[in-house]
C-alpha cells in the first residue's frame, strides 16, 4: 500500500520550512506590551509580529468588523452604480434621476457621519 495523504488538520511541514532555532531575547514590560498590542491588533501572535519586524516588514492591523460592514456596504453601493450607469446609457439619464441623487444621499451619509 502507498502512502496515504493527509486531509485535515495542520499541514506537515517540509523539513526546511520547519522553525528549530531559537531566539532569547529580554525585553522590559513597557517594550513587551509593545509587541502584544501589535499582536493583538493584527491578530497574529506575538512571535508572528516579531519575524516580520524582523524581516522589515510592516505589521498591519487587522480589519474590524465595523470597517469590513462600510466596505461591503461601499461594495453594494458601487455595484448599483454600475448597474444605474448601464440603464443610464441604455434608457437616459432622466430616469434614474432620483435612484442617482438617493445613492449619493445614501454615500454622503456612511462617509460622513
Known amino acids: ?16 520550512e520547519k522553525r528549530t532555532k531559537q531566539v532569547k531575547i529580554m525585553l522590559t514590560e513597557k517594550e513587551y506590551d509593545e509587541f502584544r498590542e501589535k499582536a493583538f491588533k493584527s491578530r497574529q501572535s506575538v512571535a508572528e509580529v516579531m519575524r516580520e519586524l524582523a524581516k522589515g516588514k510592516d505589521v498591519k492591523e487587522a480589519m474590524t468588523a465595523e470597517k469590513a460592514a462600510l466596505l461591503r456596504d461601499i461594495s453594494r453601493v458601487g455595484n448599483n452604480i454600475n448597474q444605474i450607469a448601464q440603464l443610464c446609457r441604455k434608457e437616459g439619464v432622466l430616469a434614474y434621476a432620483t435612484k442617482i441623487e438617493g445613492m449619493i444621499k445614501y454615500l454622503n451619509e456612511k462617509i460622513y457621519e
Open 1 to 16: 500500500m502507498g502512502k496515504e495523504l493527509k486531509t485535515t488538520g495542520r499541514r506537515i511541514l517540509d523539513p526546511t
